[in-house]
């Protein structure tokens, strides 16, 4: 009888440490008619929790983590990278720029797009999670989700 008591209360307690819990990292890359993304957002919304966003790479990749297991609707944006200046490239003014005789390599070509997220227009349906068509279940720790939109 003490056995069934501790089995069912093991039970319980191993229910509440992991049922509900558990989250996961989500990852993966966003392309746009084939082409990869190389700014914007990516935002998770879970059924029950608050929205997640992670930042899209130049590569196209992103990383959402402490995503909740379940369905999440997703939403991709890119219009927050059209102010976005390359980052590790230094703009020095024009006269600086002529009087100093041996700049790095990064410094002498202000454009240097290496680094950049440049903007890339993409249909406004998919900034809205109701209208994007794109959902998925998150359920391992570790999930790759792929976003191809079209």
Known sequence: MHWLAFLYGSSVLFCIMGCGGSV????????????????????????????LTGAIKPDGSYSIAK????????????????????????????????????LPKELENPNNTQETSRYIPIPDRYSDPDKSGLSFVVEKSKQVFDLELK
């Open 67 to 102: 995503v909740p297991f379940g369905r999440v609707k997703v939403a991709v944006e890119t219009k927050s990278a059209q102010s976005k200046q390359p980052s590790g490239v230094i703009q020095l003014p024009a006269p600086i720029r002529q009087k100093t005789a041996q």
């Open 24 to 51: 996961a990292t989500v990852s993966g890359k966003v392309s746009y008619q084939g082409k990869p993304l190389s700014g914007g957002t990516v935002t998770l919304i879970p059924e029950q929790g608050v929205p």
